[in-house]
């Protein structure tokens, strides 16, 4: 079982930059591939972000490419997501996800854990 527990979320100016971590249990952490999701008011949740055990693979999708960097902390049991040049278009509720058997990163169903969520929002 892994509880994840999200934070870093808040109110940005656009052009601005934040930090989420996303905190979690278990002494299997580094075996999980760990994701981010986000999801606006009235949209379905999106995948961010991604990255495998090891740290050196990673995931993105397009709108995110360049401003947006997932990492992982492994002895911390701590994943990461620095977000830069914040548009507010990238306003949601931001959901760190555990799974291990992922196969397809940008598939919500392919995680097993989520956490409660944190809220970004960009002010224009």
């Known amino acids: 079982q892994v509880q994840l527990v999200e934070s870093g979320g808040g109110l940005v100016q656009a052009g601005g930059s934040l930090r989420l971590s996303c905190a979690a249990s278990?002494?299997?952490?580094?075996?999980?591939?760990m994701g981010w999701f986000r999801q606006a008011p009235g949209k379905e949740r999106e995948f961010v972000a991604a990255?495998?055990?090891?740290?050196?693979?990673?995931y993105y999708t397009d709108s995110v490419k360049g401003r947006f960097t997932i990492s992982r902390d492994n002895a911390k049991n701590t994943v990461y997501l620095q977000m830069n040049s914040l548009e507010p278009e990238d306003t949601a509720v931001y959901y760190c996800?555990?799974?291990?058997?992922?196969?397809?990163?940008?598939?919500?169903?392919?995680?097993?854990?989520w956490g409660q969520g944190t809220q970004v929002t960009v002010s224009s």
């Open positions: 996800a555990a799974g291990d058997l992922v196969v397809v990163p940008g598939k919500p169903a392919e995680y097993n854990y």
């Open positions: 278990g002494r299997t952490f580094s075996r999980y591939v």
């Open positions: 990255i495998r055990w090891s740290g050196i693979r990673t």
